[in-house]
């Protein structure tokens, strides 16, 4: 089903005795956002709204809405915490910053018990190739260079899918409701030193010359936050930290697309260095 039908959402709680919700659901690629900004609002905000309020009517125990730390805005030095201003700058950042409005404002009128969450990048198996890490190394495999956007300076935080998993078990045990948490990691990496890395680890060189070989830069998107520095200081006091080093966690992560990567649907359309789209048609009004 699809969160932007209403008609399936109601009918969904009346028949599935659903006591929690955790809404991962979004069109998530910021890429892409930038040549379909109507269709992610239309998901993005407008399924999100449909989706709490079909929560709220069924008087379910727990809302939790996975937002992002991109909310945020770039920032070269600050640490942002919970309190920190939205300042979103890409469509993608956008329309999730709205979704987070709508969901607060159940909390404040009907103490609807909502949780929000705004974690780092996360990167592992099953990702689909759309997304830098899985792009890289899917790249690399097919002997293709890493297509990195601009100058590949920009930096960001990756978190292994098992530690953000057991973030949001912690938010649905610990997580009061109101409260907005922030599920981050201390380890950041540039885009160009993430491409140096894969390159070493897949094509067995250490060799700058080579590295360089298999790096491709690319005329860079409309606009690129050079990093998201986040305070999960919040979360670790409800007693979550995240646990998988990078070295295990990416090796995990190269192994299961040497094997699995041609399981996907349009894999090869995800690996383009901007977005193959399609023009999006919303569905037509009474």
Same mark, same amino acid.
């Given at each position: 089903g699809?969160?932007?039908?209403?008609?399936?959402?109601?009918?969904?709680? &009346?028949?599935?005795? /659903?006591?929690?919700?955790?809404?991962?659901?979004?069109?998530?690629?910021?890429?892409?956002?930038?040549w379909?900004?109507?269709?992610?609002?239309y998901?993005? %905000?407008?399924? *999100?709204n %449909?989706?709490?309020?079909?929560?709220?009517?069924?008087?379910?125990?727990?809302?939790?809405? %996975?937002?992002?730390?991109?909310v945020?805005?770039g920032?070269?030095?600050?640490?942002?915490?919970?309190?920190?201003? =939205?300042?979103?700058?890409?469509?993608?950042?956008? @329309?999730?910053?709205?979704?987070?409005c709508?969901?607060?404002?159940y909390?404040?009128?009907?103490?609807?018990?909502?949780? /929000?969450?705004? @974690?780092?990048?996360?990167? !592992?198996?099953?990702?689909?190739? &759309?997304?830098?890490?899985?792009?890289?190394?899917?790249?690399?495999?097919?002997?293709?260079?890493?297509? /990195?956007?601009? @100058?590949?300076?920009?930096?960001?935080?990756?978190?292994?899918? *098992?530690?953000?998993?057991?973030?949001?078990?912690?938010?649905?045990?610990?997580?009061?409701?109101?409260?907005?948490?922030?599920?981050?990691?201390?380890?950041?990496?540039?885009?160009?030193?993430?491409?140096?890395?894969?390159?070493?680890?897949?094509?067995?060189? @250490?060799?700058?010359?080579?590295?360089?070989?298999?790096?491709?830069?690319?005329?860079?998107?409309?606009?690129?936050?050079?990093?998201?520095?986040?305070?999960?200081?919040?979360m670790?006091?409800? !007693?979550?930290?995240? =646990?998988?080093?990078?070295?295990? !966690?990416?090796?995990?992560? /190269?192994?299961?697309?040497?094997?699995?990567?041609?399981?996907?649907?349009?894999?090869?359309?995800?690996?383009?260095?901007?977005?193959? *789209?399609?023009?999006?048609?919303?569905?037509? !009004?009474?």
């Open positions: 699809d969160i932007c039908e209403p008609d399936f959402i109601k009918q969904l709680f &009346e028949t599935e005795k /659903i006591d929690i919700v955790l809404h991962f659901a979004a069109q998530t690629h910021v890429d892409l956002s930038f379909r900004a109507l269709e992610f609002t998901v993005n %905000v407008y399924g *999100t %449909v989706l709490v309020a079909a929560a709220h009517e069924a008087n379910v125990e727990k809302f939790v809405y %996975v937002s992002t730390d991109e945020y805005g920032s070269t030095d600050e640490e942002f915490d919970e309190s920190s201003p =939205k300042c979103p700058t890409n469509p993608y950042a956008s @329309s999730k910053a709205a979704a987070e709508f969901v607060q404002s909390w404040e009128r009907y103490q609807f018990p909502v949780v /929000i969450t705004r @974690s780092s990048n996360v990167y !592992g198996p099953h990702q689909y190739p &759309e997304k830098v890490i899985p792009k890289f190394i899917s790249l690399l495999q097919q002997n293709r260079k890493c297509c /990195i956007h601009g @100058s590949g300076l920009q930096r960001r935080n990756f978190l292994y899918a *098992t530690d953000v998993v057991e973030a949001f078990l912690t938010v649905l045990k610990e997580g009061k409701p109101g409260e907005i948490y922030n599920i981050g990691t201390n380890f950041e990496m540039s885009i160009a030193q993430l491409a140096k890395e894969l390159i070493h680890l897949i094509k067995k060189t @250490s060799s700058e010359s080579e590295m360089e070989h298999w790096m491709d830069y690319v005329k860079d998107r409309p606009t690129n936050d050079l990093r998201y520095p986040m305070n999960s200081e919040k670790h006091n409800l !007693g979550w930290r995240p =646990k998988v080093p990078w070295k295990e !966690g990416i090796t995990k992560t /190269i192994e299961w697309y040497r094997e699995n990567f041609h399981n996907w649907k349009n894999s090869e359309k995800a690996l383009e260095p901007f977005p193959v *789209t399609e023009p999006f048609a919303q569905l037509s !009004g009474p």
